[in-house]
Structures are given as structure tokens and as C-alpha cells.
């Protein structure tokens, strides 16, 4: 019998909130030690490393947000809707638009692995509800634990600016402490009602939803060290260095003069010199051939 005087079923596996973190702790420190993620925590970060990141995760945060809006009132779900204090989908909008500028949605990659996650959401919210809770444990239980720590690292290591632009996704701005707000989450996880095979069921969909966040990382590393990319991927972080956003701009010309606008004026530079020196080899090839006769 529950506080409501409501019958609830005799479960064997204790709190979900207890078990949910029981079950994942071993996909926890698998997904920690992915090679994303220990470079990204050693501060080894380029833009070109995070703007993947931010891309995955707005496709992630925009099926998850997709199918919560369409279950907000299933009993499986309800208790833990929190649009205003957890929902992410806009803070990515804004950093992406900042990143990438205007066309970010025309730009933004989704790797296979960010697809397979997406379309797991989807089947979830659609077919089987009563697991979504999972999924929302494992994101946004997660971004307000650790990800307050990568929200730093990211700051220092792409020199951001203080007033947190590109980092509005770490910013929960509703949520005032973060422990007691997860405290308050987990009280209302524990509060759904449910029998043991469908707890048992959800602590497999938790697993389940660290792994795609596991493949989603090692598609990126996988992206990130591409060799031609590589290029790219060092014009950024020396660029970076280049510019402190923080001092050089203000709010609005941060936008403007920001990482896209610098990466094309390189991108150009760089073109200029490469055909400067197709030319030079060529027209010494002809007089080295005209001596030679
Ligand atoms: C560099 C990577 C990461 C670091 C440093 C990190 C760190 C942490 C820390 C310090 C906590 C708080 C533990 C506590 O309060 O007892 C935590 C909790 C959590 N993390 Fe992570 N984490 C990382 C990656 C991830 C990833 C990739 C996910 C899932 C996508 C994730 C999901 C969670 C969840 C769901 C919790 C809440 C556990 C609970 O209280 O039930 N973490 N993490």
C-alpha cells in the first residue's frame, strides 16, 4: 500500500532508482573510459571534437524530447515530466547556431550510431512507453552529474566565453541544485508504478541506452581521427588559441567573427598557398625540362 492508500505489487528488486543505479554501473565506467570521452576529461577537446558531439546529441535530445512530449500523460512517465528543468533540445539549438551559424541544421552530421539511437527512442516511445523512463535517466541523470564537470573542461580547453555561450546545453538554468533536484527525480522514478518484469525490463533498457551512448562516442573517435580530417581538426585548435572569444568579442561579434566564420578565412588561406605551390612546382618542372634540352 502506497501514501495514496493505492495497492502497489511486492517488489523483489527495492527502489528503481537504486536499482537503475546498481544496474549501470559497469556500463557507467565502461562509457567513462571510452577513448571520447577520457581525452575529452584530459581536456583534450578541439572544436571540431565537440561540434560532433553537440550534433549527435541534439538528434539524441530531439527523439528523446519527441517522445516524451507524446507520453507526458502515460502513468509510466508522468510522474517524472520535466520540461522546463531538464528539456535540452533548445540549449542545443542555440549552441549549434552558434557553432555552426545559420544553416547548423543543414550541417550538423548524424553518424550511423547516433541513427540506431535515435530510431531505439523511437521504438521505445511508440511501442513500448513504459521504458522511456530509462532513457531519460541515463541522459539527463547524467548531464546534471558529470556533465557540470565537462561543461568546464569544454569552457577552458575551446576558450568559450564566461558569459556561456556554446555551452547553454550544461546550463540548467531552472534547475537550482542539482542534487536535490536529483533527489526529487529519483523519488518520482520510485514512485511509478510498476511490476517486477517490467523494473527488470527498464534496468535492461538503462544498460541498453549507455551502450548506444557508448557507440555514439566511438563513431565520433572514429570520425575524429580520420586522416583527412586531421588537417582540419589542427587548423581549428591552433585557431582557437589564435582567438580568446571571452576578450576579443562581445556578445554579438562573438557570433559573427566566431569559429565558422574563422574556419572559412583559413580554409581560404590555406587553398591560396596550396595552389601557390601546385604553381611553383609546375613552373619548375618546365625549366628544369628546358635546361635540360
Ligand atoms: C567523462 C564521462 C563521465 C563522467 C566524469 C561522469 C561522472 C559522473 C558522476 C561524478 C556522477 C555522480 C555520481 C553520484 O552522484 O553518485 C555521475 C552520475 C551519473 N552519470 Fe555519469 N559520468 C560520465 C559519463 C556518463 C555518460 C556517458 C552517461 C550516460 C550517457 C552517464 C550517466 C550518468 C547517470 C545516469 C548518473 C546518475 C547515477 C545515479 O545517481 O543513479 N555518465 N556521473
Known amino acids: 500500500m502506497d501514501a495514496q492508500g493505492t495497492l502497489r505489487a511486492e517488489s523483489t528488486l527495492g527502489d528503481l532508482s537504486e536499482a537503475l543505479k546498481e544496474a549501470t554501473k559497469d556500463v557507467h565506467v565502461q562509457a567513462e573510459n571510452t577513448e571520447f570521452m577520457r581525452n575529452f576529461q584530459k581536456g583534450q577537446v578541439s572544436l571540431r571534437d565537440f561540434k560532433l558531439v553537440m550534433s549527435s546529441l541534439y538528434y539524441i535530445y530531439e527523439a528523446l524530447e519527441e517522445e516524451i512530449e507524446r507520453n507526458k500523460e ?20 542555440e549552441d549549434l547556431q552558434y557553432f555552426y551559424g545559420p544553416s547548423w541544421k543543414q550541417e550538423i552530421p548524424c553518424p550511423e550510431a547516433t541513427r540506431r539511437y535515435v530510431e531505439r527512442l523511437q521504438h521505445v516511445g511508440q511501442q513500448e512507453p513504459e521504458l522511456l523512463v530509462a532513457h531519460a535517466y ?11 564537470v565537462l561543461k568546464k573542461i569544454a569552457q577552458k580547453a575551446l576558450h ?3 558569459s556561456g555561450e556554446g555551452l547553454a546545453f550544461f546550463s540548467f538554468d531552472a534547475v537550482s541544485s542539482a542534487t536535490k533536484f536529483k533527489q526529487l527525480y529519483r523519488s518520482r522514478m520510485n514512485s511509478i508504478d510498476m511490476d517486477d518484469s517490467t523494473k527488470a525490463r527498464i534496468l535492461e533498457e538503462a544498460k541498453t541506452a549507455f551502450l548506444l551512448n557508448i557507440k555514439v562516442f566511438e563513431a565520433l573517435q572514429e570520425m575524429a581521427s580520420r586522416p583527412e580530417q586531421n588537417g ?9 588559441r589564435k582567438q580568446d572569444f571571452s576578450k576579443a568579442n562581445g556578445p554579438t561579434s562573438t557570433r559573427e567573427n566566431g569559429p565558422k566564420e574563422s574556419q572559412k578565412q583559413l580554409a ?13 612546382v609546375a613552373v619548375l618542372s618546365v625549366a628544369v625540362g628546358l635546361y635540360a634540352l
Not at 139 to 145: A, E, F, K, P, V
Not at 268 to 280: E, K, Q, Y
Open 232 to 240: 582540419q581538426l589542427n587548423l581549428e585548435k591552433s585557431e582557437l
Open 268 to 280: 581560404m588561406g590555406v587553398s591560396f598557398l596550396r595552389w601557390a605551390l601546385i604553381f611553383s
Open 160 to 162: 568559450l566565453p564566461a
Open 74 to 93: 502515460h502513468p509510466a512517465y508522468a510522474p517524472v515530466y520535466f520540461p522546463l528543468e531538464l528539456h535540452r533540445r533548445a540549449a542545443l539549438e
Open 138 to 148: 541515463t541522459r539527463y541523470l547524467g548531464d546534471l552529474s558529470g556533465g557540470q
